[in-house]
Nanobody, 120 residues
Framework: VQLQASGGGLVQAGGSLRLSCAAS????????MGWYRQAPGKERELVAT???????DYSDSVKDRFAIFRDNAKKAVYLQMNGLKPEDTAVYYC???????????????WGKGTLVTVSS
C-alpha cells in the first residue's frame, strides 16, 4: 500500500489550498483517514480525521477554516484549507488506518508529505 499526497504550495495569508491523498495497492477497507502536519522545530500534530462513516474531527487550531472529506471509491481524502495563516506553514502528511485483507489487523500508512507555506 502506498499513499500519494499532493496539493501543497506557496500561498498568501487568507488564501486557500486543497490537499489530496490517494491510496494504491491491495486494501480491504480504510477505517480512518487523516491529515497531520509538522512545522519546523515542532512535533507532528493532528489536523483532521474522518472515519469510514464520514464523521470528521478537527484540531481547535483549524476548526471552522479547514474541511476534510473522503471519496471511498477513489480511496482518497482531501483537505480544503481556507483562511490560511502563516502559522499553518508545515509539511502536511496523510495517514490511513486500514485493513489490507478481511480480518487482518488494522495498520497505519503514511504519505510522504506535502509542503504548505503561507506568507504574511
Amino acid at each position: 500500500v502506498q499513499l500519494q499526497a499532493s496539493g501543497g504550495g506557496l500561498v498568501q495569508a487568507g488564501g486557500s489550498l486543497r490537499l489530496s491523498c490517494a491510496a494504491s495497492g491491495v486494501i480491504f477497507d480504510i477505517i480512518v483517514m487523516g491529515w497531520y502536519r509538522q512545522a519546523p522545530g515542532k512535533e507532528r500534530e493532528l489536523v483532521a480525521t474522518i472515519t469510514s462513516g464520514g464523521s470528521p474531527d478537527y484540531s481547535d487550531s483549524v476548526k471552522d477554516r479547514f474541511a476534510i472529506f473522503r471519496d471511498n471509491a477513489k480511496k482518497a481524502v482531501y483537505l480544503q484549507m481556507n483562511g490560511l495563516k502563516p502559522e499553518d506553514t508545515a509539511v502536511y502528511y496523510c495517514k490511513f488506518t486500514l485493513r489490507e485483507v478481511i480480518l487482518s489487523r488494522p495498520r497505519d500508512y503514511w504519505g510522504k508529505g506535502t509542503l504548505v507555506t503561507v506568507s504574511s
